[in-house]
């Protein structure tokens, strides 16, 4: 049934209603046809789901330079935490001193490696899902004989505002 909604996700028929759930407005049903529905209309909802994750998708694809760096920079900065604490901790004990400060330097690192490693998996957990995404929608247009190319431009980041122009070009090739 996932599967079959899919379909219905992208189609112009398609109603959602918290009761029923997806239901075709043609036959008032839940969805019933196999691999492929000879009733479906490619039109408006197709257009904005491709715009939609593919604009996703770039948007993140865009950021992993930036959390590569985030990354190397925080571990470098770990890294040089717990090497300031152990040779601090290493110089007082040869002076003879005991001292818990080189630990409590040592573990402000994990704030930082923290940081580092959030930063990674925040990226790959965005390009994953936003890949599955995208390739859901492919993977049902390819079923309909649709291919399409689109084109993103993300203009200058205006006070947190993001202008994104596209041009997309849907051709449907029915089978």
Do not use: W
């Amino acid at each position: 049934m996932v599967e079959l909604a899919r379909h219905c996700h992208l189609c112009d028929n398609q109603i959602v209603t918290l009761q029923e759930g997806t239901t075709c407005s043609l036959t008032n049903r839940k969805p019933e046809f196999n691999r492929i529905c000879s009733r479906i209309i490619l039109d408006k909802k197709l257009e904005q789901k491709i715009i939609e994750v593919n604009v996703k998708y770039q948007q993140i694809k865009r950021t992993q330079i930036e959390s590569y760096f985030n990354f190397g920079l925080f571990f470098s900065i770990s890294v040089l935490i717990i090497y300031l604490g152990y040779y601090m901790g290493k110089y007082a004990f040869e002076g003879g001193i005991i001292s818990v400060v080189p630990l409590i330097i040592m573990s402000i690192s994990l704030g930082t490696l923290t940081m580092a490693f959030g930063s990674l998996n925040r990226y790959n957990s965005g390009i994953k899902i936003a890949r599955e995404n995208k390739n859901r929608v492919d993977e049902v247009v390819k079923k309909y004989g649709v291919t399409y190319d689109i084109n993103i431009v993300f203009d200058k980041n205006v006070h947190g505002t993001q202008h994104i122009n596209y041009d997309l070009n849907i051709d449907k090739k029915r089978r």
